[in-house]
C-alpha cells in the first residue's frame, strides 16, 4: 500500500521554527519529486515548495521564500520542510505529495495531478 507520511506539525510562537517531515511507505520516496501543500482554514489548498528528484532543484511560493527550506534525506528516504520565522498566516494543515514525476513540473499549476497525499499535519502560529 503506498502511502505519505508527514510528522512535525505543532503549536508555535511567531518568529519560531518548526521542521516538517515526510516519509513514505509502499514506495521509495527518493524517486520522485516532492511537493509540500498546505491548507487554511476556509481557504483553497495551495503549493508551499517544491524538490526535484535528480538534480535537487527547489522551488518556493513567494510567501515562504527566504522563511523556508525544502530538503531531502536519501539515507533516510525523507523530505523535509525547515520553517523559520514564522507567521500567523503560515497556519494551515500541511500536506506532502507526489505526482510520481523527476521534476516539479506541475506543482505551480497542475496540483490536481499529485495523486499521491498524505494525511497532512497541522501547524499552527499563534501567541
Known amino acids: 500500500q503506498v502511502q505519505l507520511v508527514e510528522s512535525g506539525g505543532g503549536l508555535v510562537q511567531p518568529g519560531g521554527s518548526l521542521r516538517l517531515s515526510c516519509a513514505a511507505s509502499?514506495?521509495?520516496?527518493?524517486?520522485?519529486?516532492i511537493g509540500w501543500f498546505r491548507q487554511a482554514p476556509g481557504k483553497e489548498r495551495e503549493g508551499v515548495s517544491c524538490?526535484?528528484?535528480?538534480?535537487?532543484?527547489?522551488y518556493y511560493a513567494d510567501s515562504v521564500k527566504g522563511r523556508f527550506t525544502i530538503y531531502r534525506d536519501n539515507a533516510e528516504k525523507t523530505v523535509y520542510l525547515q520553517m523559520n520565522s514564522l507567521k500567523p498566516e503560515d497556519t494551515a494543515v500541511y500536506y506532502c505529495?507526489?505526482?510520481?514525476?523527476?521534476?516539479?513540473?506541475?506543482?505551480?499549476?497542475?496540483?490536481?495531478?499529485?495523486?499521491?497525499w498524505g494525511q497532512g499535519t497541522q501547524v499552527t502560529v499563534s501567541s
Open positions: 509502499g514506495f521509495t520516496l527518493n524517486y520522485y519529486a
Open positions: 505529495a507526489t505526482d510520481r514525476g523527476y521534476y516539479c513540473s506541475n506543482f505551480g499549476s497542475k496540483m490536481y495531478k499529485y495523486d499521491y
Open positions: 524538490i526535484s528528484r535528480d538534480d535537487g532543484s527547489t
